[in-house]
T-cell receptor
């Protein structure tokens, strides 16, 4: 069974500084996708970044980068130059990889609440 | 990007009544949709996988007779909470998906309060 672990229930960061949110995963699949989502207090889920299990380069999307260490089964999210609007709950998720179906379920971690201080 | 519309965003109902929540994919065909439930400051709990034209697949512990899911078309899935009770009060959120390496596209969620 797949499992996502986020060990930081809450994190604080000073505005304009960088912060790393931890995520480790466990799966027996060779093919999988790793995702990070942001959930502000309003509730909507916002996709941030994706890393495929076969991708050799770490994914980057603007201020977001994913530190992917496959051997360690970790997929940490790095947010550079934090902004007040980054305050939200962040979820790491993994999706089963299956070329025969697009119905792979996603497994979510418990989330990390990030607070950016001015 | 892909848009998923979920309605209503908030609903208050009396105990014993039923509530229907709609999830529409606006600009793509979603053969599969997922329904999640989320308690405050907790993770998303998958309730069921909704497949167009077939029965939904429910996760263990989710009452299929209480949470009725219908996926009648490639763009619409509905979740009906039947005979709602206060313990059903929660945040329900749907998502639609493409291939495994595509992100989930989420609706904005429905906050259900049963009085």
């Amino acid at each position: 069974a797949q499992k996502i672990t986020q060990t930081q229930p809450g994190m604080f960061v000073q505005e304009k500084e960088a912060v790393t949110l931890d995520c480790t995963y466990d799966t027996s699949d060779q093919s999988y996708g790793l995702f990070w989502y942001k959930q502000p207090s309003s509730g909507e889920m916002i996709f941030l970044i994706y890393q495929g299990s076969y991708d050799e380069q770490n994914a980057t999307e603007g201020r977001y980068s994913l530190n992917f260490q496959k051997a360690r089964k970790s997929a940490n999210l790095v947010i550079s130059a934090s902004q007040l609007g980054d305050s939200a709950m962040y979820f790491c998720a993994m999706r089963e990889g299956n070329y025969n179906t697009n119905a792979g379920k996603s497994t979510f971690g418990d989330g990390t609440t990030l607070t950016v201080k001015p | 990007g892909a848009v998923v519309s979920q309605h209503p965003s908030r609903v208050i109902c009396k105990s014993g009544t039923s509530v229907k929540i709609e999830c529409r994919s606006l600009d793509f065909q979603a053969t599969t949709m997922f329904w999640y439930r989320q308690f405050p400051k907790q993770s998303l709990m998958l309730m069921a996988t909704s497949n167009e034209g077939s029965k939904a697949t429910y996760e263990q512990g989710v009452e299929k007779d209480k949470f009725l899911i219908n996926h009648a078309s490639l763009t619409l899935s509905t979740l009906t909470v039947t005979s709602a009770h206060p313990e059903d009060s929660s945040f329900y959120i749907c998502s639609a998906t493409g291939f495994y390496n595509s992100p989930l596209h989420f609706g904005n969620g429905t906050r259900l309060t049963v009085t």
